[in-house]
């Protein structure tokens, strides 16, 4: 991977997936540092320690899942999209849900990928609006204590990368 | 002062949907967003002046990050894993993407669409002529069968082939795991239906 950057082929490498313990310990052995870790980012699942763990390092978070998928919290079935005080927020502004995640993304400062294959989403969210510094914390409020992942490929691959999560 | 701030801002967004923004030179950053009298007027006879004839928006980075090797990253990215994806509609929704003002694209090996990301970047470049290839951030993955030093090289290319670019702006481990692959570079399944063989960390030494 390090070859593929020297010789050009990738302008910047990277991780996706890592955690803080993973990269403690590629940092030992890495030449070039990683620019990135993409993971999964949305206020039901903040990931505040990984990314301020990641900006130490000089390395940029990037989110993925950034709205929350359409999973349901096990146990309590609620959903990201379907959060009662979030989408007061995007209605109080006239904003839709996905435009206020996508600012609390960009407000904590790292870069968020959302997804849509519906023209009329693709644009609205790029509708880039800014949280005022109240909706930013009713926002926060909502993510504190929370941590739910929705995307873990454990069955598939037969290991588990947050092990600690599934006790 | 607030009010007016969201009026300004709300007939920003509302200009912009409608397309009738059509600069393709000047960023219109509604997150640090042109809210002055002055500013919102520069807007408006930038709209006049405007001369192409596609209809794309400006582009949309949200804030440039810098990362620790000096390159800059749109923070707004446009993922383009496809669950159950038809063929053909990351084609469409690059194309889209990048007509919004997206101007970073998250792609994977894995997600098997890159041929599509490709072909709609093309087609999206070739109809604004002022854009280029350069003014895109694109990201790719190395999917876990693919770690041996020989394979994330192959895994590269073939990605750089499909979305057709010469080069990628950033090239990612897609996860913190290792797993066999086949002769021809499919992910080997084991007899239980699982990944074969999958191991960690002493597996990224190799992969570096």
Not at chain 2, 30 to 38: D, E, G, N, R, V
Not at chain 2, 169 to 190: C, M, Q, Y
Request: hydrophobic residues 40%; contains cysteine.
């Amino acid at each position: 991977m390090e070859k593929l950057y020297h010789e050009g082929l990738a302008r910047s490498i990277g991780l996706s997936n890592f955690t803080e313990k993973g990269i403690e310990a590629l940092l030992k052995y890495a030449e070039v540092k990683p620019a990135m870790n993409q993971i999964e980012i949305h206020p039901f699942l903040p990931q505040q320690p990984l990314i301020n763990y990641c900006l130490s390092k000089s390395i940029i978070p990037v989110a993925y899942s950034p709205l929350g998928s359409q999973d349901q919290v096990p146990g309590t079935g609620e959903k990201v999209s379907t959060n009662i005080e979030l989408n007061a927020i995007a209605d109080e502004n006239g904003w839709t849900l996905a435009q206020v995640l996508i600012a609390w993304g960009l407000k904590r400062g790292y870069s968020v990928l959302p997804k849509s294959s519906n023209e009329s989403r693709i644009k609205g969210n790029a509708n880039l609006v800014t949280l005022s510094d109240e909706d930013f914390a009713a926002v926060n409020k909502v993510a504190e204590g929370r941590w739910t992942r929705f995307v873990n490929m454990k069955d598939t691959f037969g290991y588990d990368v947050w092990p600690e999560e599934s006790k | 002062m607030r009010a007016v701030r969201r009026i300004a801002v709300q007939i920003l967004q509302l200009l912009n949907r409608g397309g009738l923004i059509y600069s393709t030179h000047m960023a219109i950053n509604t997150a640090q967003a042109p809210l002055s009298i002055h500013e919102f007027s520069l807007v408006n006879t930038h709209t006049r002046s405007y001369t192409y004839s596609t209809m794309a928006a400006p582009a949309v980075t949200g804030p440039m990050l810098k990362m620790n090797n000096g390159v800059e990253m749109p923070a707004l990215g446009f993922g383009t894993f496809a669950n159950e994806g038809s063929k053909g509609e990351t084609h469409k929704a690059v194309i889209h993407a990048l007509n919004a003002g997206y101007r970073h694209l998250d792609c994977a090996w894995f997600y098997q669409n890159e041929d599509e990301v490709g072909s709609g970047m093309r087609e999206f470049l070739s109809q604004n002529p002022s854009v280029k290839r350069s003014d895109i951030f694109i990201t790719t993955k190395v999917w876990n069968h693919l770690h041996e030093p020989e394979d994330v090289e192959w895994s590269l290319k073939n990605s750089l082939e499909k979305l057709q670019t010469p080069y990628i702006d950033a090239f990612l481990v897609h996860w913190p795991i290792a797993s066999e692959k086949n002769p021809d570079r499919t992910v080997k399944i084991g007899s239980d239906g699982k990944v074969s063989k999958t191991s960690t960390f002493h597996m990224q030494v190799n992969l570096l």
